[in-house]
């Protein structure tokens, strides 16, 4: 059997994809992942620059420079915090390379290309282009251009629907007729116009959700691609891609026991009425009066959530962490699996602060030692620690695991003011006896704490 260089090059690359996704499975193995998967790539470009049919190798290195100093500059300059924004743009472009690609195939080859090869690349062109208007949404909205609250209108489910079917229609007929390329070009145009419609009825918030199935249609995109090019290591990309981004966002809906479907037609976020009553009153605690309370403490455990994300205060969590831990407080960390906006979004912030993965406990683990636990910190979370989702079967958000914070005798909220989570409910935990609130924003609160814990004797 004859195989050619370019084969062994992306048989490489496809055996480094599969590691590279075998590390992330767990944070400690997550950076060997992520280099075994960019040595993959690397392969798989190097593969690519040896095919016999390029043309030009100067508008290669040319789109080479231009995008090596985009993400260059990208990785330098743009905050964790961003994050998300910058994961949608990947995937639009992405998805837009793909549905360039086929169009271009189509324009050049037309029906000569076969049934079975336009099946492809209709597929590829019809999920590359609605992937690339919805990713470009959730960007938008992920970026405050567009409001991050789901836009919703009358019939909007019906008008959606209707679209999606003559975009299927065209596509039919274009299975049926080859050369019909006015079929091809309406469904392009069209799909363009589904991704806006399948992404403005859902709130910011549940971004990550539709990011992660929109990657994963960027991901069977490129599988198709792969059919239509006839190039083995994009089928295997793709779809390793398409059904990773798939059971990831199946995990997130299950994190939150909502379904995809509430996800992407609930319209989620638009609830402005809380139906929650709850009883009590938030009682403010002095800083000091904290820091005594954890300084003196045998066991607390650090529940973190969005806020600290946007105070960027996982440096401060660290080292008010160290600095308890050095008057020998056992210090744990309790990680929600949809803390924040993105999933790991705490796990990648406590690793930038050398936060040791064994201190940090999933959601199962910590909630059996809170009981047995002194002080709650709760630093920026709200929904992820809201007792509502456990005991009140009409709260928007039953059925939602939460970290049970008000398990632990005493539990103190870090966060500015009265603002609400992301689900826009009451959180009675926040009106218990045992819970303390100490305002401010959650980087400069803790850092204060350090200080404060340090003139200890
Ligand atoms: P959350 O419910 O969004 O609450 C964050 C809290 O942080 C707010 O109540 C806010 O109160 C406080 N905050 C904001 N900025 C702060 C600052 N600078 N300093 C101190 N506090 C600050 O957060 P969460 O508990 O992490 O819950 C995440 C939510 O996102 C869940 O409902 C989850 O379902 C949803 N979600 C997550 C993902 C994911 O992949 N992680 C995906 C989809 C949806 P103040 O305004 O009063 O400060």
């Given at each position: 059997?004859?195989?050619?260089?370019?084969?062994?090059?992306?048989?490489?690359?496809?055996?480094?994809?599969?590691?590279?996704?075998?590390?992330?499975?767990?944070?400690?193995?997550?950076?060997?992942?992520?280099?075994?998967?960019?040595?993959?790539?690397?392969?798989?470009?190097?593969?690519?620059?040896?095919?016999?049919?390029?043309?030009?190798?100067?508008?290669?290195?040319?789109?080479?420079?231009?995008?090596?100093?985009?993400?260059?500059?990208?990785?330098?300059?743009?905050?964790?915090?961003?994050?998300?924004?910058?994961?949608?743009?990947?995937?639009?472009?992405?998805?837009?390379?793909?549905?360039?690609?086929?169009?271009?195939?189509?324009?050049?080859?037309?029906?000569?290309?076969?049934?079975?090869?336009?099946?492809?690349?209709?597929f590829e062109v019809l999920l590359g282009s609605l992937t690339f208007t919805g990713s470009m949404m959730a960007f938008s909205k992920l970026q405050g251009l567009v409001s991050g609250t789901p836009i919703t209108y009358k019939g909007?489910?019906?008008?959606?629907?209707?679209?999606?079917?003559?975009?299927?229609?065209?596509?039919?007929?274009?299975?049926?007729?080859?050369?019909?390329?006015?079929?091809?070009?309406?469904?392009?145009?069209?799909?363009?116009?589904?991704?806006?419609?399948?992404?403005?009825?859902?709130?910011?918030?549940?971004?990550?959700?539709?990011?992660?199935?929109?990657?994963?249609?960027?991901?069977?995109?490129?599988?198709?691609?792969?059919?239509?090019?006839?190039?083995?290591?994009?089928?295997?990309?793709?779809?390793?891609?398409?059904?990773?981004?798939l059971i990831l966002s199946i995990l997130m809906c299950r994190a939150m026991n909502r379904s995809i479907t509430n996800v992407l037609f609930g319209a989620f976020g638009s609830v402005t009425e809380d139906t929650v009553a709850v009883?009590?009153?938030?009682?403010?605690?002095?800083?000091?009066?904290?820091?005594?309370?954890?300084?003196?403490?045998?066991?607390?455990?650090?529940?973190?959530?969005?806020?600290?994300?946007?105070?960027?205060?996982?440096?401060?969590?660290?080292?008010?962490?160290?600095?308890?831990?050095?008057?020998?407080?056992?210090?744990?960390?309790?990680?929600?699996?949809?803390?924040?906006?993105?999933?790991?979004?705490?796990?990648?912030?406590?690793?930038?602060?050398?936060?040791?993965?064994?201190?940090?406990?999933?959601?199962?683990?910590?909630?059996?030692?809170?009981?047995?636990?002194?002080?709650?910190?709760?630093?920026?979370?709200?929904?992820?620690?809201?007792?509502?989702?456990?005991?009140?079967?009409?709260?928007?958000?039953?059925?939602?695991?939460i970290i049970e914070a008000d398990r632990a005798a005493s539990v103190v909220v870090l966060k500015r003011g009265k603002g609400k989570g992301f689900s826009g409910l009451e959180n009675p935990l926040f009106y218990k006896p045992n819970?303390?609130?100490?305002?401010?924003?959650?980087?400069?609160?803790?850092?204060?704490?350090?200080?404060?814990?340090?003139?200890?004797?």
């Amino acid at each position: 059997m004859n195989i050619s260089p370019v084969e062994v090059t992306y048989l490489l690359a496809s055996i480094l994809f599969i590691f590279g996704l075998r590390g992330m499975s767990h944070p400690d193995s997550a950076r060997r992942g992520m280099t075994l998967a960019a040595a993959g790539m690397l392969a798989a470009v190097v593969g690519t620059l040896l095919v016999k049919e390029i043309v030009s190798y100067e508008w290669i290195l040319a789109g080479l420079v231009v995008g090596s100093l985009i993400g260059a500059a990208m990785s330098i300059w743009m905050p964790m915090t961003a994050m998300p924004q910058r994961t949608a743009l990947s995937h639009a472009f992405g998805a837009l390379a793909a549905s360039l690609v086929g169009i271009a195939e189509y324009s050049l080859h037309g029906a000569e290309l076969g049934g079975v090869r336009i099946g492809a690349l209709g597929f590829e062109v019809l999920l590359g282009s609605l992937t690339f208007t919805g990713s470009m949404m959730a960007f938008s909205k992920l970026q405050g251009l567009v409001s991050g609250t789901p836009i919703t209108y009358k019939g909007q489910n019906i008008v959606t629907t209707v679209l999606l079917a003559v975009t299927v229609t065209c596509f039919a007929y274009l299975l049926y007729d080859h050369s019909a390329s006015i079929a091809f070009y309406v469904m392009i145009s069209l799909a363009f116009l589904f991704g806006i419609l399948l992404v403005i009825p859902i709130g910011a918030s549940d971004m990550p959700v539709v990011m992660s199935l929109l990657n994963s249609y960027a991901g069977l995109a490129s599988a198709a691609t792969g059919f239509v090019l006839s190039n083995n290591v994009l089928i295997i990309a793709g779809t390793l891609d398409g059904f990773s981004g798939l059971i990831l966002s199946i995990l997130m809906c299950r994190a939150m026991n909502r379904s995809i479907t509430n996800v992407l037609f609930g319209a989620f976020g638009s609830v402005t009425e809380d139906t929650v009553a709850v009883a009590g009153v938030m009682r403010e605690v002095e800083l000091d009066d904290v820091a005594t309370q954890l300084a003196y403490a045998r066991q607390v455990v650090f529940v973190p959530g969005y806020g600290m994300a946007t105070a960027q205060a996982q440096f401060a969590v660290r080292e008010l962490g160290t600095a308890l831990e050095s008057r020998g407080v056992t210090v744990k960390y309790g990680i929600h699996p949809v803390a924040g906006r993105m999933p790991g979004h705490m796990n990648v912030l406590l690793a930038e602060a050398n936060v040791p993965y064994s201190s940090l406990y999933e959601l199962e683990q910590i909630n059996s030692d809170l009981p047995s636990t002194d002080v709650a910190l709760v630093i920026g979370a709200n929904d992820t620690v809201n007792p509502d989702a456990r005991d009140n079967p009409k709260s928007p958000i039953a059925g939602m695991p939460i970290i049970e914070a008000d398990r632990a005798a005493s539990v103190v909220v870090l966060k500015r003011g009265k603002g609400k989570g992301f689900s826009g409910l009451e959180n009675p935990l926040f009106y218990k006896p045992n819970t303390g609130m100490l305002y401010g924003d959650a980087r400069g609160t803790l850092q204060s704490l350090v200080q404060s814990v340090q003139k200890m004797q």
